[in-house]
């Protein structure tokens, strides 16, 4: 019988760095065939952990947020719209409104569609624009004509118009926002200043060929094919198969017919084995998703028996997918940025967390008191809670006994930023690459030599002996 191990299981056994500082390593990598992201962390299709502000954060951050599915297709829809909006060299398609329009719908929509300004416009021609700060002290009652800042004193750019003659442009006038018409005064795009200065003071932001943010969903294996055409219409960059057993007819005839229906990238999985990752590769998929069972908040492997210890999963999975060059997503049981080194160096070029970022400020869900801690929600998406929603929303009977369980639900605590967090996972990773004598995640994966730890070898990598806070 072989042995199955995880990352508490082992160590990185340290190799001579020429390293001068770890902010020199690069942590740059490949989240499917052709999405590159400038760090390898992805964060979770959980109904606790990725809705659009945790995808708009994690993909400003460098890494990508996967929009969870539990959810309508238009809520989904929505989610991704809001990210890949959230910034954008070119708006192709501004908002606007017509110029009768009032004065508390104007608020109402810039609240909903979350901006602070809206071009107005008659029969696609732009004929004024109106900020937050024109509306702040006006009275209800006033339309839209009244309060604009009208068409001939507004400074307009050409279709085609570069982002950085709209920053000299912008510059020079004191403007954020400049329209782009064609010779007949028709709306072409909007840029704004925000978008540049964003694009300026975050170099290592994921970014699309446009300037938008990256951003992937999930879809099942049963109804997909509607909800996959409005998340690819949306633009969402990737799709994600979230299936617990990927290593199924039904994952498999589901990625084949997303691959011939839609030119998207696509991640498949979850699997363990090289047998899996080889029948999903030959399948088409664009990367392959490990883990089973090694969830913060997964009993797969009590309730089924069934699972294979995760470092041991990535390396099965890993040993094949390297022949074909696909890259490895280990998703699952990640506590700590030397987990995450342990998930590289094992051959993953990404990987996949839940509870880590469950208690950020962008994950979904308000702040609750627990024992006088600040904590949040997470909980399993094939446990009680979840499936009982989904019941709900889609009017199913709801009986109680019908669902075997393979989550749980709990708390974690509250963590603040995602901002903070990657930083120091990215940190950690980056001290873990130079340990191991690599100046980047392919170097890691070069030198990265494992050795197998006892019990009390565990128990001295912790802190020990001391009292603690
Ligand atoms: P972490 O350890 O990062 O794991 O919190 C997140 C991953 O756990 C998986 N997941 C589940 N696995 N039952 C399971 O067996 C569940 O109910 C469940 N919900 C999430 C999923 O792969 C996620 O990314």
Request: charged share 25%; proline share 3%; glycine share 10%.
């Amino acid at each position: 019988m072989k042995t199955g191990l995880t990352f508490d299981d082992v160590l990185l056994v340290p190799k001579k760095s020429s390293v001068t500082s770890r902010k020199n390593i690069s942590v740059k990598t490949r989240l499917t065939k052709n999405i590159e992201l400038n760090n390898p962390i992805v964060s979770s299709n959980m109904d606790t952990v990725t809705e659009a502000k945790m995808g708009i954060e994690m993909a400003r951050n460098g890494g990508i947020g996967i929009i969870h599915r539990f959810n309508s297709i238009d809520e989904q829809v929505s989610m991704v719209t809001s990210v890949k909006r959230a910034e954008s060299l070119i708006i192709e398609n501004p908002y606007s409104v017509s110029l009768d329009t009032k004065i508390d719908e104007i608020k109402f929509l810039m609240k909903k569609k979350k901006v602070h300004s809206l071009l107005v416009s008659e029969d696609g021609k732009l004929q004024g624009i109106i900020t937050s700060r024109d509306i702040r002290f006006q009275k209800n009652g006033k339309i839209a004509k009244e309060i604009m800042t009208p068409r001939e004193k507004i400074i307009t750019g050409k279709p085609g118009t570069l982002p950085e003659e709209a920053k000299e442009v912008l510059d020079k006038y004191r403007i954020e926002k400049l329209p782009l018409v064609d010779s007949e005064n028709r709306i072409m795009g909007l840029i704004t200043s925000r978008d540049i200065l964003n694009n300026i003071n975050r170099p290592y932001a994921s970014l699309d060929k446009r300037g938008r943010l990256l951003v992937g969903a999930a879809i099942g294996v049963k109804d997909y094919l509607e909800r996959a055409k409005a998340l690819v219409e949306a633009g969402v960059d990737v799709l994600v198969i979230d299936i617990a057993h990927g290593h199924s007819e039904l994952a498999i005839t589901t990625l084949q017919t997303i691959k011939k229906n839609f030119k998207i990238e696509v991640i498949a999985g979850n699997v363990v084995t090289g047998e899996g990752t080889k029948d999903l590769i030959e399948a088409g998929a664009d990367a392959v998703k490990v883990g089973v069972g090694p969830g913060s908040i997964c009993i797969t492997r009590i309730v089924t028996g069934a699972g294979i210890p995760q470092l041991t999963a990535i390396m099965n999975c890993v040993s094949i997918a390297k022949k074909y060059d696909v890259p490895i997503i280990a998703d699952g049981g990640i506590r700590t940025s030397g987990d995450l080194t342990k998930a590289l160096a094992a051959g993953a070029s990404t990987a996949m967390l839940g509870s880590v970022l469950a208690g950020t400020d962008e994950s979904p869900g308000d702040l609750l008191i627990k024992d006088g801690r600040r904590v949040k929600i997470i909980r399993g998406m094939a446990g009680y809670g979840a499936n009982m929603s989904k019941r709900e929303r889609e009017n199913m009977s709801s009986e109680v006994f019908d669902i075997v369980p393979e989550g749980v639900e709990g708390v974690v605590p509250y963590r603040g930023s995602v901002k903070d967090i990657l930083k120091q996972l990215v940190g950690g990773l980056q001290s873990g690459i130079s340990y191991c004598g690599g100046h980047s995640i392919l170097g890691l994966q070069q030198n990265a030599e494992f050795i197998r730890i006892t019990g009390a070898g565990k128990k001295e990598s912790g802190s020990h002996d001391i009292g603690r806070f």
